[in-house]
Nanobody
Framework: QVQLVESGGGLVQPGGSLRLSCAAS????????MGWYRQAPGKQRELVAT???????NYAGSVKGRFTIFRDNAKNTVDLQMNSLKPEDTAVYFC???????WGQGTQVTVSS
């Protein structure tokens, strides 16, 4: 069974950048759709971005133009580059393999001055 482990979270000032990484313990199948989601305190978990095996991407409107999702099937990783961060981006960020609904444990991102 594939396990997903996120890393790269932390505290950053508004306007700053962070890069999150999701590493799979097993192989990410080429047909898998991978995604990043987030959950802020008191709110429902929401989609941030997804990427198909062919590299087609989809973003939430609130992050479009600021965040970029990448995948490397050879390295079994899916990264999320986050630029121009805002306080409202503060949340726990989760990696997900959509095909079998596998989730990582999450990594905290806090945007604050």
């Amino acid at each position: 069974q594939v396990q997903l482990v996120e890393s790269g979270g932390g505290l950053v000032q508004p306007g700053g950048s962070l890069r999150l990484s999701c590493a799979a313990s097993g192989s990410i199948f080429r047909s898998d759709v991978m995604g990043w989601y987030r959950q802020a305190p008191g709110k429902q978990r929401e989609l941030v971005a997804t990427i198909t095996s062919a590299g087609f991407t989809n973003y939430a409107g609130s992050v479009k133009g600021r965040f970029t999702i990448f995948r490397d099937n050879a390295k079994n990783t899916v990264d999320l580059q986050m630029n121009s961060l805002k306080p409202e981006d503060t949340a726990v960020y989760f990696c997900r393999r959509l095909n079998d609904n596998t989730w990582g444990q999450g990594t905290q991102v806090t945007v604050s001055s």
